[in-house]
């Protein structure tokens, strides 16, 4: 199989990702892709609630799509808690991957990614063995041309076979900073995010003093 791991903090995860998913799918022809979120142990990224309401989000979120299936009529969407579940210092996606490679050794694995995470990507941790050991599918984004920023990067650019560029950019223009920020100011995110999230982030009083 051809499985694509997509890697966000999904805090909260929108109809953008879920669209995200479903065309790199389609048009990379994936069989699986799985939702990988990170950990709030992250030192990079702040996240603004606890793992357990990002992580039932999701699930809920994916229970919307299960009527979608890949060629061999399973799931085309699933969850991993990899990251959730490491210790400190165990959380860089080269970690992440080796550990599904291991999960899924028969089959061929995609790193999801914007092309906005070119830029620095050689100082990501082990970041030598994860552009030379895994591939990556990258998605287009405004200001950021995948095909420069790869050649800029002497490491990259030496392992460009290692990389799938969508040329065309996918972005609803949805994003989880909005929603947490209408959310904050009482807005209405509705239709920006499945249903069922919404009424769980209004029951559990998520992003009400939200940072933006």
């Known amino acids: 199989m051809r499985i694509g791991i997509y890697g ?14 479903a065309t ?5 022809r994936l069989d699986k892709v799985i939702f990988v979120p990170c950990s709030s142990l992250r030192h990079d990224k702040k996240m603004q609630t606890d793992d357990k309401h990002r992580l039932r989000m999701l699930q809920m979120a994916l229970e919307t799509s299960k009527h979608k299936k890949n060629q ?13 579940d490491a210790l400190p210092g165990e959380t860089y996606t080269y970690d992440t991957m080796t550990h599904l490679r291991k999960k899924y050794p028969s089959d061929e694995l995609f790193f999801i990614m914007g092309s906005d995470l070119l ?3 050689s100082n990501w941790g082990n970041a030598e063995k994860l552009v030379t050991e895994f591939q990556f599918i990258v998605m287009s984004r405004e200001g950021y041309p995948s095909a420069d920023l790869i050649a800029e990067d002497p490491l ?4 460009d076979e290692n990389f799938l560029i969508m040329s065309k950019g996918i972005n609803m223009g949805i994003s989880s900073t909005y929603i947490r920020d209408e959310i904050r ?4 995110p509705s239709f920006l995010l499945p249903d069922a999230c919404l009424q769980y982030i209004y029951e559990h009083g998520i992003y009400v003093d939200a940072v933006v």
Request: aromatic share 12%.
């Open 8 to 21: 966000s903090s999904f805090d909260p995860i929108t109809y953008s990702h879920l669209f995200t998913a």
């Open 24 to 28: 790199v799918a389609r048009r990379k």
């Open 72 to 84: 061999f009529g399973e799931p085309l969407f699933e969850i991993s808690t990899v990251e959730m």
């Open 119 to 121: 830029m620095g990507m």
């Open 156 to 159: 990259l650019r030496n392992n």
């Open 185 to 188: 100011k009482g807005g209405d």
